[in-house]
């Protein structure tokens, strides 16, 4: 008798972790804890266009990585992203073990940019995270 084992390939999340991810500044986005601006916050998007459904947001020193499409917020250390320049580089923070509590997520368009809105559960508090619409160059081709 033979026995045949199949091959397993790595799971995802195996994946997910081992994937290095480099995150661009995004000009002109807006944040909003609870209808105020934070003294110190930055907004990131991927620079891959796979990737482009997550959003790390840095709120004074606090890291928070956004997954728009599950509607998931993962906590990540400073320790954890590397600066480089004005970039940052990191490894892809969506595991299990890492989700914060959120609730209430709604993601619109509010015209010419992307709001983003969550309730926080360890703060309790409402993050609004405001992404420009990268600008339309069609016109000029």
Do not use: C
């Amino acid at each position: 008798m033979i026995l045949i084992i199949p091959q397993i390939s790595a799971t995802s999340s195996a994946y997910a972790q081992s994937e290095r991810i480099h995150w661009k500044p995004v000009n002109l986005a807006q944040v909003k804890l609870d209808e105020k601006t934070p003294l110190a916050f930055n907004v990131y998007r991927p620079d891959k266009k796979k990737d482009s459904h997550f959003v790390l947001v840095l709120l004074g020193r606090r890291y928070i990585e956004l997954d728009i499409k599950a509607k998931l917020a993962y906590s990540v250390l400073l320790t954890d992203v590397h600066k480089t320049g004005s970039d940052l580089e990191s490894h892809n923070f969506a595991v299990p073990n890492r989700v914060l509590a959120t609730s209430d997520w709604s993601v619109r368009d509010v015209g010419p940019a992307e709001l983003i809105k969550l309730t926080l559960g360890d703060y309790g508090r409402i993050l609004a995270v405001e992404l420009p619409h990268p600008p339309d160059m069609r016109a000029f081709y």
